[in-house]
């Protein structure tokens, strides 16, 4: 045993207390942003589509680069101490942001932001901690996630360049090309051009943990039935929610859900409605609710070697990567509040989306989907802007496709909202992002509107049929095309239905006004 440890490394880490920090005397603010995951899957359909080079690198010791800001002392380690002059007891004034501290990440991502920007980057407006270098029409897109940098370049001298001027500003490990980081597991096939990000190795070791294994359990084809539609929890006070931290099968259930969380909000955007739904019983979870979030697992563990595939574009330039950007929005009509899907497509992969209860209750289902757009024409404006700060020329506007005859009349201004005045802002909205050319609304068929799997369980053939969709498993450009071909005939289809709707809202206004 001597013999095989003899070469491996020992260290220790030496952090302090920072729960005994006072707010307004050892720090002030401690907020620190981190490159969102969604920005990442756009730097990776980029890469995708243009054959951009992938490389990763790892700051040692990263807080420990950052200046104090505030003085700040600390009781010496222990077995380390050393006396003063006169024999007394003597503190650490820390000169840099020590490990425990509250406010080191924030100091230490200001530290890498003034480096980046002293050495040419621009930092994005869109999203922090995205930075993007030119060079003689060259261009390096940096993200970075706490001490984890991804960088994307078009050009292996812009590479070495900012490896070499790294390492000599830090303690840096560059681990070669991207392959893995930040749980992702990134495969590559520069012959067709595409990338896909996956998690196995996780999955297999959430059913280590909490499925046994997943020996002699169920297999299933969806994360979810109609049953989590029945989920509920009962309501709780502060004593009982004490009593539930200490019950050992509810902290695992809890323990279970964060990590589905982080699944479907990374790379898994087939759970995320389920998730969602499971995601609310986080803080009681009962029985059912652990049964569901099980289904959830064994339904990864039977779907492990999915991911999602970005790239594969006929045509790999940056326009038709433009031309690839497009939003699918769909709303559940329920009883109270209903959930919101929007999923944005980028080279063919979901790139963002979001699976979320409204926290309004709709009347009708035009409500329901107008919030619905309106909240993916919100999250579309920032994707728009990060696009073009990375250099994709959306010149056109972005199409977002909905099911709902009469929210696509009322974002075009073509349709009564009689009976929505009370979303007239959402409306209001909806028509000024179009006249200000960010984007457009258009109808497409429920069974062709992938991001219905967002908001309530489907059955088997139409959640595969979604899925495949989300994750890039089809030929989208095609199944745009055709899209766009039968969007006109499909409004046509259903203006009569929805004129006729305000002409009965029209007359029920009249007879109103006469019976006053």
Request: glycine share 8%; proline share 2%.
């Amino acid at each position: 045993t001597s013999a095989v440890t003899a070469g491996l490394a020992r260290k220790a880490r030496g952090v302090i207390v920072g729960r005994r920090q006072q707010q307004g005397i050892n720090y002030d603010e401690v907020f620190s942003a981190t490159v969102r995951f969604s920005s990442i899957r756009i730097i990776l359909a980029l890469a995708a589509v243009l054959n951009l080079i992938l490389h990763q690198f790892d700051i040692k010791g990263a807080f420990l680069h950052a200046d104090m800001d505030v003085p700040l002392y600390m009781r010496q380690f222990q077995g380390h101490e050393r006396l003063g002059p006169n024999g007394e007891k003597m503190v650490c004034k820390l000169r840099r942001a020590l490990y425990g501290s509250k406010q080191a990440g924030r100091l230490w991502r200001k530290k890498l932001a003034a480096w980046l920007i002293e050495f040419g980057f621009m930092q994005c407006a869109f999203d922090e901690c995205c930075y993007v270098w030119r060079r003689s029409g060259h261009t390096c897109i940096v993200g970075v996630f706490v001490d984890d940098i991804i960088l994307a370049a078009d050009q292996e001298a812009m590479l070495g360049d900012f490896a070499a001027a790294l390492k000599g500003a830090f303690n840096v490990d560059d681990r070669g090309e991207l392959k893995w980081a930040l749980g992702m597991l990134i495969t590559r096939d520069r012959v067709k051009r595409t990338i896909t990000i996956s998690c196995e190795a996780r999955i297999k070791a959430m059913v280590e943990r909490y499925a046994g294994g997943g020996v002699h359990n169920r297999n299933y084809a969806t994360p979810a039935d109609k049953t989590v539609l029945e989920l509920y929890t009962a309501p709780t006070d502060r004593d009982q929610l004490k009593a539930i931290k200490k019950d050992a099968k509810k902290s695992e259930t809890r323990s279970l859900i964060g990590a589905l969380i982080f699944v479907a909000s990374v790379m898994r955007v087939d759970v995320a409605q389920a998730v969602s739904r499971v995601a609310r019983h986080i803080h009681n979870p009962s029985d059912e609710v652990h049964a569901a979030a099980i289904r959830i697992l064994l339904y990864l563990n039977q779907t492990c070697d999915l991911g999602i595939t970005y790239g594969g574009i006929s045509d790999g330039t940056i326009e038709a990567l433009a031309r690839s950007v497009h939003v699918l929005v769909d709303a559940s009509w329920e009883v109270g509040h209903s959930v919101s899907g929007v999923v944005l497509m980028v080279a063919g992969g979901a790139a963002a989306w979001i699976s979320r209860k409204q926290v309004i209750q709709g009347l009708s289902s035009v409500d329901v989907e107008t919030y619905a757009a309106s909240a993916a024409a919100a999250d579309l404006l920032h994707q728009r802007g990060l696009l073009q700060e990375l250099g994709v020329p959306m010149q056109s506007p972005t199409t977002i496709w909905c099911d709902n005859a009469g929210t696509v009349n009322i974002a075009n201004d073509a349709g009564s909202v009689g009976r929505s005045r009370h979303l007239a802002m959402r409306a209001r909205f909806l028509q000024d992002f179009k006249a200000a050319g960010e984007g457009k609304i258009c109808y497409v068929k429920t069974e062709d509107n992938a991001a219905d799997a967002l908001t309530k369980p489907l059955e088997r053939g139409r959640f595969s049929k979604h899925r495949s969709y989300l994750l890039g498993m089809v030929d989208v450009e095609q199944l745009t095309r055709e899209r766009e071909l039968g969007d006109v005939a499909g409004v046509h289809a259903k203006q009569h239905e929805v004129h006729r709707d305000g002409e009965l809202d029209a007359g029920t206004e009249e007879q109103d006004g006469q019976m006053k």
